[in-house]
């Protein structure tokens, strides 16, 4: 390391790697500029940045995942649940109901109709009544 370079915590760099940040948040991390941080981290792994980053990302990945796993298998219900909907793809019966926004108005208007109907057979029993029976008031 020369005089003048920031002292950059490798194990730090992994895990910030595993954990998903990107270049730049970890180039803050240290206060160092990213460029800087990609060529150190070059010298130090001997292989390109994106390699580097693969290789930590994957890790963190696979941990991630096999934390998961885990937590369902020890009885999780929501991780089995939730493990259940992404890798099996597995979804819960959903309920579709087909309501109009004016539903509501609807059923209004076709209560009105329905008693519109009704008064009208009442009227016509009540019409055929007076023919049958004319002399009855």
């Given at each position: 390391?020369?005089?003048?370079?920031?002292f950059i915590d490798w194990k730090e760099f992994e895990y910030s790697l595993?954990?998903?940040?990107?270049q730049i948040q970890i180039a803050a991390l240290f206060a160092i500029d990213r460029d800087t941080l990609r060529d150190r981290a070059v010298e130090k792994y001997g292989?390109?940045?994106?390699?580097?980053?693969?290789?930590?990302?994957t890790k963190g990945l696979r941990n991630l995942h096999k934390s998961q796993y885990m937590r369902a298998l020890d009885g999780s219900d929501k991780m089995l649940i939730w493990l259940g909907k992404i890798r099996?793809?597995?979804?819960?019966?959903?309920?579709?109901?087909?309501?109009?926004?004016?539903?509501?108005?609807?059923?209004?208007?076709?209560?009105?109709?329905?008693?519109?109907?009704?008064?009208?057979?009442?009227?016509e029993q009540n019409e055929q009544l007076k023919r049958e029976n004319p002399y009855e008031k």
């Amino acid at each position: 390391m020369a005089h003048n370079e920031k002292f950059i915590d490798w194990k730090e760099f992994e895990y910030s790697l595993e954990s998903g940040m990107n270049q730049i948040q970890i180039a803050a991390l240290f206060a160092i500029d990213r460029d800087t941080l990609r060529d150190r981290a070059v010298e130090k792994y001997g292989m390109p940045y994106s390699a580097i980053s693969a290789q930590f990302e994957t890790k963190g990945l696979r941990n991630l995942h096999k934390s998961q796993y885990m937590r369902a298998l020890d009885g999780s219900d929501k991780m089995l649940i939730w493990l259940g909907k992404i890798r099996l793809g597995q979804v819960e019966n959903a309920t579709i109901t087909h309501v109009a926004p004016n539903q509501n108005d609807i059923d209004q208007t076709h209560q009105m109709i329905a008693l519109q109907h009704e008064i009208n057979l009442l009227k016509e029993q009540n019409e055929q009544l007076k023919r049958e029976n004319p002399y009855e008031k």
